[in-house]
């Protein structure tokens, strides 16, 4: 930014907040003019109005003192005519004559009897004698006569030119309408609408009231005419302005008086004037814009909007004279007429009336009248004010800013000196320059300023002087807390490493001696024991499963609260896990004859992606919390779909109809180490920890657990995850025959478990089949009552009434059933023996799996089985494969960290008829090693990866190899395939050796290699054929370097899940290809280079398994300059970022051509 001197910004400154202000008073100025010109005509009009205002009152007061008159002229009480003043016409007429003596706006009376006849005193004329008009009751027109008293009958003017009714007239009607109903109060006074005179040519309105004799009865109504004639006076003699207008409406808005010569007399064939249609085009533009809330007729029945409008017009009124503003209705308003400013002012009159309050007469009299003053007047007649203020405004201010500019000039000249000289000294000052310097000046704030400049100087000097010394000693104190904060940090990360080391090793080391605890318990139970001693044995038994079981809740818990739970992202089978979680805990379930059941929606996908071990982990804590806390009855799981904000999650449910939890108990539940209470830990044992832990691997797998529970009727547990569906999960694969051959077929389902009914039905008709149920005995007969036909029986073993086998020999005893399959639901496995009439056909083990039921269907209605699974695999290319799996059994361990190569290599190892067990890494390995061992089921073959976390391959190998059991063949599966490697392999311990990217042929041929070290003959066996080229695959693809599918596509023609698993894992490989590699090169640039190596071994065993061939050249090279400590020299570190920026290249290929692959398949 330009730097701006002082000495000519401060002149011109102080020049611009002098001229800005006096253009400003200026302008509001004349603004302030042109307001008290508005102020000064509203002003005027204000004085006007109420004028007229009180004129108008006066001459509306003046008939109230006149019907007093009447009251007062005898001893009437109340305000009441005195009856004796109307005993007779000429009584009346003589009353009458007196009150007419000095009044200025009521210039004729009347009164009418009920009986008939008419009287009435006219003094409209003033220069002639009054007229009296007589109507006797017999004649139809009234007779005026010129009186100089009353009865003077003298002159007779003659008669009406029409006929006259007295009861037909206006004040007659609404003196009637406002007497009091039973004559016993008083009797309201009333006023007539605004109304053409009968015999003038002039408007009026009448004031009028009944007349009662003695009795109370009505004897006749009297009359007092106004006329208006007076009121358009008035209004003309109003002086406001040359072009100023007055008028007066009623509340119809016809004008009643006003200041023009406007015509507002009407008659009975001629209507009013209205004020809108008026020959003035002032009156009616003024009519027209007159304000809401002046046009209501009664203040309380202004509608929301006039309210609205009238505190809207309040808000914009200016200042009012007090007497306008203590008068209720009156308000200024203004407008536009041919592009000119009209002020008006409009104003109610008698206001008092509107607000409730007494009328004139000191009473609420009838229809009083409602009228509205409104006066216009232009703007422009006011001008002058204006014009006269704005010049006298104008000439002041240039005097002022002329002054004011000169004065500005002088003093921002001193002033600017003296701050120059300050500015010197502040910089000398800022330069360290401490000399005094005082500053010559007028300006006592000035010289303060120099004064305190020299203080300060003496200040910093003394300053500067102790902060050299405070420094030296903070330096000091700052390197002392420096070693302290080191010397803590290490102790921290020392202790730290410690718990890392110890949780890393108490798998092996705890787990380790306790699977040999068990595992030779295992073995004593099989020698010849006394009960004492079996007994003893069960004891160690189970309380050694009992601590395993609390080492690995513990270990769990640890790995989630540091963090280092990790999680897999692979297909998985909702069924499968709660399957294998029934089929742990059924044991103890049918011990407590519960019932295990569970029902998956159909909206449920068949195949979900995520950690099959965690999800497996959770619900079957939850299920063996259910049975541990369950005497009778069930455990039931209900899966469906629970899709929130977008992803898509399922919900399982789990309940029981166990103990209950206290509502008081259910927030702590969750809580680690925590049960219910301590009677609870003592009677059915636990950590605390699994409902924890549970709860946590929902949450890092992105749901949650939450339960609902009653004291003695159960609880439940409600489980949502994170369940994206596996787009290529494969279709259900049994085939057309089976489907066809459960059409029409009708089963009949006997339990008597009315849950069980539900949801075995279900599953039932989900496969085709008609299902029909019975409960009891009754039921029974009924279903057998109805003749239908039966293709299949299926029964309960265990029944309270009948078991099955007795109800088995009843039913056969029909012919219709006689030669029908009956299939035995038991939760026992003994039923064989005890079926020694062989009454079924068929045996299904509680709880039910759906393979066995589809098997067991396909048996009685095919002939044959229908594994879905084993029809898959016996369609593939690679010759028999259950030929190995049947005639060699043996029993596989797989360790990779990897999931991609898990997988694949497990469904070679399928394709060749082994279901193989699955660990990520060595200690899982050695773990599991053991435990099989222990359980009399070890492992024949693992398959043993060498590069994975925790422990490795070679390190794993050498414990088992340590370990007095039987040992396994150990075949190394590795990415490396370096110089050394398989002599490194066979050193450790391992038996064989092969490469990856892994391939059925090679594994097959390591397999019978280990298989001919055991002395297995190969004679008669089926060979494997070699797989299909790619020409001859159905689903062949041009080979690229980059991304061939051919070598796995082949392997999967025929088998729809392999192929769905395969596309699955390619999507993943899109997916995260491009992550795992920064994270990779990351780790390089950080100099973690162990951990950069292990990353593109990783890849590489991935990628190439997926057929990514020029990726597995490229990381293999990466990886061997990154383990020779190539990074240590300048070219090394250039030859690595140059084989990093290839091998992007060649993933980015890889990726492309993958997802072009993709996006080809069906």
């Known amino acids: 930014m330009k730097n701006i001197q002082l000495k000519l910004f401060l002149p011109l400154a102080v020049g611009m907040l002098v001229l800005v202000p006096a253009l400003l008073i200026t302008w509001f100025s004349y603004r302030a003019a042109q307001q008290t010109a508005v102020e000064a005509a509203h002003g005027v009009m204000i004085q006007a109005s109420l004028r007229a205002s009180e004129a108008a009152d006066a001459d509306l007061a003046e008939p109230s003192r006149l019907m007093d008159f009447f009251s007062s002229y005898g001893d009437a009480v109340g305000g009441e005519p005195d009856p004796r003043n109307f005993s007779s016409l000429d009584r009346f007429e003589e009353v009458a004559w007196g009150a007419l003596r000095g009044t200025r706006l009521v210039k004729f009376i009347s009164f009418a009897p009920i009986s008939g006849g008419y009287r009435a005193i006219d003094i409209y004329e003033e220069d002639s004698l009054p007229q009296v008009l007589v109507q006797n009751p017999n004649e139809a027109r009234r007779t005026h006569y010129r009186s100089a008293k009353p009865l003077d009958r003298r002159q007779n003017d003659g008669k009406d030119n029409a006929e006259y009714v007295p009861h037909s007239r206006p004040w007659f009607a609404a003196a009637l309408a406002a007497a009091d109903a039973d004559g016993r109060g008083l009797d309201r006074r009333a006023w007539t609408d605004v109304y053409p005179s009968f015999s003038r040519s002039q408007l009026q309105i009448a004031h009028s009231i009944v007349v009662r004799n003695e009795k109370r009865e009505i004897a006749g109504v009297l009359a007092l005419d106004v006329s208006f004639r007076l009121l358009s006076e008035s209004l003309q003699n109003l002086q406001i302005s040359p072009n100023a207008i007055a008028f007066i409406v009623d509340k119809n808005g016809a004008l009643v008086a006003s200041s023009t010569k406007e015509d507002i007399v009407g008659s009975v064939d001629v209507p009013r004037v209205n ?196 420094n030296a000693q903070l330096e000091e104190r700052v390197l002392a807390r420096t070693r302290d904060l080191e010397h803590q940090t290490e102790e921290a990360l ?251 077929k009708r089963l009949l389902l006997i339990d008597d478990n009315q849950h069980v009914l539900r949801v075995y039905s279900n599953r039932l008709r989900h496969l085709g089949i008609q299902v029909d149920t019975a409960q009891s005995m009754p039921e029974l007969d009924h279903v057998l009552s109805a003749g239908k036909s039966f293709d299949i029986i299926m029964i309960d073993s265990h029944m309270p009434q009948i078991d099955g086998f007795a109800l088995a020999t009843r039913l056969k005893q029909f012919d219709a059933f006689k030669n029908l399959p009956f299939v035995l639901c038991s939760k026992f496995v003994d039923n064989r023996e005890q079926d020694k009439d062989q009454l079924f056909a068929h045996y299904l083990l509680k709880p039910l799996k759906e393979q066995s039921l589809v098997d067991t269907l396909s048996t009685i209605f095919i002939g044959a089985a229908t594994n879905t699974k084993t029809d898959a695999l016996s369609a593939g290319g690679i010759g028999n494969a259950q030929t190995y799996g049947q005639r060699f059994p043996q029993r596989m361990l797989i360790v990779d960290d990897n999931p991609t190569n898990r997988k694949v290599a497990g469904m070679m190892l399928e394709r060749l008829g082994y279901q193989a067990k699955m660990v ?172 950069a190596a292990r990353a ?56 492309n051509e993958a997802q072009s692959w993709l996006d080809q398949q069906p």
Request: with cysteine; glycine share 6%; charged share 25%.
């Open 275 to 470: 004020a809108a249609q008026a020959k003035s085009a002032l009156i009616r533009d003024a009519m027209l814009n007159l304000p809401l809330v002046m046009q209501q007729t009664s203040a309380n029945s202004l509608s929301k909007k006039a309210a609205l409008d009238a505190q809207a017009l309040s808000s914009k009124t200016r200042q009012q004279d007090p007497r306008c503003q203590a008068k209720s209705g009156c308000v200024n308003f203004d407008f536009v007429q041919d592009q000119q400013l009209i002020l008006a002012h409009a104003l109610r009159l008698n206001p008092s009336k509107l607000q409730g309050q007494e009328s004139l007469d000191r009473r609420s009299d009838l229809n009083f009248p409602e009228w509205r003053l409104v006066i216009a007047a232009p703007a422009e007649d006011f001008n002058f004010v204006i014009r006269e203020k704005s010049q006298r405004t104008i000439f002041l201010a240039v005097g002022l800013a002329a002054v004011a500019s000169i004065f500005a000039i002088l003093f921002a000249s001193r002033l600017n000196s003296s701050i120059s000289a300050i500015a010197r000294a502040t910089v000398k000052l800022g330069d360290g320059q401490f000399e005094r310097d005082f500053l010559n000046t007028n300006f006592a704030e000035f010289k303060q300023i120099s004064h305190e400049l020299d203080n300060t100087a003496t200040v910093l000097q003394q300053a500067r002087n102790d902060l050299l010394a405070q």
């Open 920 to 1091: 990520t890494d060595g200690r899982e390995a050695v773990d599991a090693v053991m435990a099989a061992e222990a359980a009399k089921l070890g492992f024949d073959v693992v398959w043993m990866d060498l590069h994975m976390p925790n422990l490795d391959g070679l390190d794993a190998t050498k414990i088992i190899r340590r370990a007095t059991i039987k040992q396994p063949s150990i075949i190394a599966m590795t990415a490396a395939a370096m110089h050394g490697d398989r002599e490194m392999c066979l050193q450790a311990g391992m038996d064989d050796y092969v490469s990856k990217p892994l391939e059925a042929a090679q594994l097959q041929r390591a397999l019978e290699a280990h298989l001919h070290k055991r002395g297995v003959d190969f004679s008669g066996a089926d060979s494997v054929q070699p797989q299909s080229s790619a020409a001859e695959s159905a689903e062949s693809h041009e080979s690229s370097q980059y991304f061939d599918p051919n070598r796995f596509m082949a392997f999967c023609e025929g088998n729809p899940a392999y192929r769905a698993t395969f596309i699955g894992l390619i999507k993943n490989m899109v997916t995260k290809g491009q992550l795992q590699f920064e994270q990779g090169r990351a780790a390089w640039q950080e100099g973690r280079i162990d951990d």
């Open 1096 to 1151: 593109f071994h990783t890849m590489r065993g991935s990628l190439g398994t997926l057929g990514a061939v020029a990726f597995v050249g490229m990381s293999r090279e990466l990886e061997s300059a990154l383990k020779a400590d190539e990074a240590s020299s300048d070219v090394g570190k250039a030859a690595i970022e140059t084989l990093f920026v290839q091998i992007k290249q060649v993933l980015d290929t890889t990726i």
């Open 494 to 744: 020392q202790a730290a490493n410690a718990k890392a080391a110890f949780l890393a090793t108490m798998s092996h080391e705890i787990r380790t001696p306790m699977n040999g605890v068990i595992g030779m318990t295992d073995l004593l139970t099989g020698t010849e024991l006394n009960a004492e001693q079996r007994d003893y044995v069960d004891t160690i038994r189970s309380s050694g499963d009992a601590l395993l079981t609390i080492i690995n809740d513990i270990l769990d818990f640890s790995k989630i609260e540091s963090g280092k739970m990790s999680f897999e992202r692979e297909p998985l089978s909702l069924q499968t896990v709660i399957e294998e979680s029934f089929s742990l805990v059924a044991q103890n379930a049918n011990q407590k004859d519960l019932e295990l059941l569970y029902e998956i929606d159909e909206h449920v996908p068949p195949l979900i992606l995520g950690d099959v071990t965690r999800v497996r982990q959770i619900v079957l804590n939850l299920v063996s919390n259910a049975v541990k806390f369950t005497d009778k009855g069930e455990v039931a799981i209900m899966v469906a779909r629970a899709d929130c904000d977008g992803r898509s999650q399922v919900q399982i449910q789990v309940k029981d109809t166990g103990i209950g939890i206290p509502e008081d108990r259910v927030d702590s539940l969750f809580a680690a180490f925590t049960q219910i209470d301590a009677a609870t830990t003592r009677k059915y044992g636990g950590t605390g920890l699994g409902l924890a832990i549970s709860k946590r691997l929902a949450q890092l797998m992105g749901g949650d657990i939450a339960l609902a529970s009653e004291i003695g009727k159960g609880t439940i547990f409600t489980v949502t995850l994170n369940a994206e569906a596996f787009e290529d999960a494969p279709v259900d694969a049994r085939d057309q025959t089976f489907t066809a051959a459960l059409q029409n």
